[in-house]
């Protein structure tokens, strides 16, 4: 069980929007920057958010990310069966020294 | 353009060892950290090691501090991850990754992997 907590699974309608939750603690995304990745079966994963907010490029501005306190948010409109897959948040830890990953979400678009 | 290729996956026996390779190009190597992360079948993301940029600190999740060495050659633009005392839970793919920020003074980290191998796959089976 990852210290970072998701949901294990959303869903929305095509065009609808979803959003993903990440719960941490002080030592983790309270002092520390949040990045999110999305991970399609059979590919690499693909990174959508860094520094709690920032979208590299080629990711579409429909994908957006927040963070507040000890806890991160993925938000992502326009829903597309392509955005079918797993996400994860990941940031680092602070007490621990090391990175760590949420345990992933799987994103359903029905 | 940008790449990391992973190469040195295979079958290993338990208590045996196994040396990841990773080459990266379209970058400068000792500019940016270079990391290993890995999948196990039907699991989640988990971050394994990482070096940071000018190599100054490695760090390596407890799951494989003690058995896993992470090193690099900078002649060669190559990431290394020699694996020692192999276990079935250590069973998945295994990605290089280049990460992108660090670790600041007050503490503060903005560590993020912004390129990514196709990942080699280990499988640690007697």
């Known amino acids: 069980q990852s210290v970072l907590t998701q949901p294990a699974s959303v869903s929305a309608a095509p065009g609808q929007k979803v959003t993903i939750s990440c719960s941490g603690s002080s030592s983790n995304i309270g002092n520390n920057y949040v990045s999110w990745y999305q991970k399609v079966p059979g590919s690499a994963p693909r990174l959508l958010i860094y520094?709690?907010?920032y979208r590299p490029s080629g990711i579409p501005d429909r994908i957006s990310g927040s963070k507040s306190g000890t806890s991160a948010t993925l938000a992502i409109t326009g829903l597309q069966t392509g955005d079918e897959a797993d996400y994860y948040c990941?940031?680092?830890?602070?007490?621990?020294?090391?990175?760590?990953f949420g345990g992933g979400t799987k994103l359903t678009v029905l | 353009e940008v790449q990391v290729v992973e190469s040195g996956g295979g079958l290993a026996s338990p208590g045996g060892s196994l040396r990841l390779s990773c080459v990266a190009s379209?970058?400068?190597?000792?500019?940016?950290?270079v990391n290993w992360v890995r999948q196990a079948p039907g699991k989640g993301l988990e971050w394994v090691s990482s070096?940071?940029?000018?190599?100054?600190?490695?760090y390596y999740a407890d799951s494989v501090k003690g058995r896993f060495t992470m090193s690099t050659d900078s002649a060669q633009n190559s990431l290394y991850l020699q694996m020692n005392s192999l276990r079935a839970e250590d069973t998945g793919i295994y990605y290089c990754?280049?990460?992108?920020?660090?670790?600041?003074?007050?503490?503060?980290?903005?560590?993020?992997?912004?390129?990514w191998g196709q990942g080699t796959l280990v499988t640690v089976s007697s």
């Open positions: 070096i940071s940029s000018r190599r100054s600190y490695i």
């Open positions: 990754a280049r990460g992108q920020g660090g670790i600041a003074r007050d503490g503060t980290a903005d560590i993020h992997f912004d390129y």
């Open positions: 520094d709690n907010n």
């Open positions: 379209g970058f400068s190597f000792n500019a940016y950290s």
């Open positions: 990941a940031t680092w830890d602070t007490g621990l020294s090391v990175l760590i």
